[in-house]
């Protein structure tokens, strides 16, 4: 089972909660979040480098240093508040009409160690170190992880009671997507909840968040041991996190572009493809108009945008076993049989010639990138189901790199856990 606890948020007055809520730091580069940042933006916390001209690196200490600053004047100025007692939160985003609510609690560093907090993904150190980074020097989770947990109707049953009531926050971003907040402060409610997660809840998984989550971790476990009085009670054992039940959850498609056919003319590329696939024409150009595009239909199906025209790709029987929880993937799939087997791309982590497009993004912007002249070949992916991801942590595997892609993004500076 896992541990939760609530805590005391700090987090913005809500007549400016907009002014200081910030996308999450890694979907911006410096240049985008200087444009973005209005004076009370908490990403002059989450990317500091922005208040130097010209801007700063993101690893140089005197950016470190002014992210300590920016956080304590943030505080000062009363932008940052922190709640006077300890609470859960309710988070609900939407999107294309779809809500997903999510509670927001902070979870034990030693359910991570142990495995009742289950990953899908590899990490890598030195993503984990610069997160550990801004972890140490705030000893403040800024930013929550992403957690799925497995379906609990006490649990939803709290939710739907709480969004009953008027919410603290609720404001539509930039994207056009909601964002609504709010506060579990009855005491009942918090101790109810504590106890259906510690009693009935086996496991939390990592939606997204990987680095973040292993980060704060390994800062826990460093401060106990420059603690020689420890007790397993202090609040560096706990870090911040939005849990949603899973069938809150849509995984969105990661798709794929390649720059180039491996030396085969179009033809060639085609016939090597008919030796595993089901190839057939969609639709391509017409009266002068692009083709029309085409989406995968079902799992082990995909779609290809080349010189023009939409294909469809459907795996024969035999190319793949249903009986293993990786090789039925479709990422697997199309790594093994296409972009390995045909294309010659044997590590998707460090090789050029490929790149990733979130599914957010539409099949128009596959198209745009292979029309452009910068990609050959993209592949559309039919989405991995929750199902899945949960059957893959369990089974203590690892999915292929860019698998998953979840949207909204969970919006920063709603609440920040101090310890």
């Known amino acids: 089972m ?21 996308p999450p730091y890694d979907v911006l580069n410096s240049e985008e979040a200087l444009e973005m940042a209005g004076e009370k933006s908490l990403l002059h916390i989450t990317k500091p480098e922005i208040d130097f001209t010209p801007i700063a ?22 932008w940052l508040r922190q709640d006077p007692k300890e609470c859960y939160y309710v988070y609900a985003q939407t999107m294309d009409g779809r809500t997903q609510y999510g509670i927001v ?20 150190k030195d993503k984990e170190d610069d997160r550990m ?61 504590t106890e259906l997660f510690t009693g009935e809840v086996d496991a939390f998984y990592v939606a997204d968040g990987h680095h973040r989550t292993a980060a704060a971790a390994r800062v826990g476990a460093e401060r106990r041991a420059q603690n ?30 390649v720059r180039d056919l491996n030396n085969l003319p179009k033809e060639a590329f085609l016939k090597a493809l008919e030796e595993d696939f089901e190839v057939t024409l969609e639709t391509k150009p017409c009266c002068g108009r692009p083709a029309i595009p085409y989406s995968p239909k079902a799992l082990h199906n995909f779609s290809m945008y080349l010189d023009g025209s939409w294909y469809s790709l459907t795996a024969k029987p035999g190319r793949y076993d249903d009986n ?31 790149d990733f497009v979130g599914g957010i993004r539409g099949l128009g912007e596959l198209s745009r990138r292979v029309d452009s002249g910068e990609m050959k070949v993209a592949f559309a992916l039919y989405p991995v189901s ?24 969970l919006r920063s500076g709603l609440a920040i856990h101090s310890f």
Not at 8 to 18: F, L, N, Q, S
Request: charged content about 30%; overall charge negative; glycine content about 4%.
């Open 2 to 22: 896992v541990r939760v606890k609530p805590f005391a948020a700090i987090r913005p007055p809500k007549d400016i909660v907009t002014e200081v809520a910030a």
């Open 57 to 78: 690196g993101e690893h140089e200490q005197r950016t470190y240093d002014k992210a300590v600053e920016n956080f304590k004047a943030w505080k000062e100025r009363g």
């Open 105 to 124: 609690l902070c979870a034990h560093i030693d359910d991570y160690a142990d495995g009742h907090i289950k990953k899908h993904e590899l990490t890598r």
């Open 133 to 193: 980074v801004h972890v140490r020097i705030q000893s403040s989770n800024i930013e929550p992880v992403f957690f799925a947990f497995k379906d609990n109707p006490s649990i939803i049953a709290i939710i739907n009671k709480t969004i009953e009531k008027a919410p603290e926050y609720d404001f539509t971003d930039e994207r056009g997507f909601g964002h609504t907040f709010w506060v579990i402060d009855d005491d009942e409610d918090i101790r109810r909840i």
């Open 228 to 257: 020689p009085h420890h007790t397993g009670n202090e609040e560096y054992n706990w870090f911040m996190a939005v849990c949603f039940p899973e069938s809150h959850l849509r995984i969105i498609d990661y798709n794929r572009v």
């Open 324 to 354: 293993d929880p990786i090789g039925v993937l479709d990422v697997t799939i199309l790594s093994n049989l296409v972009l390995d087997k045909i294309l010659g791309i044997k590590d998707l982590r460090t090789d050029k010639r490929i």
């Open 386 to 409: 929750m199902e899945q991801l949960m059957k893959i942590a369990d089974s203590g595997n690892i999915m292929p790199p860019k698998t998953t892609w979840f949207e909204p993004k």
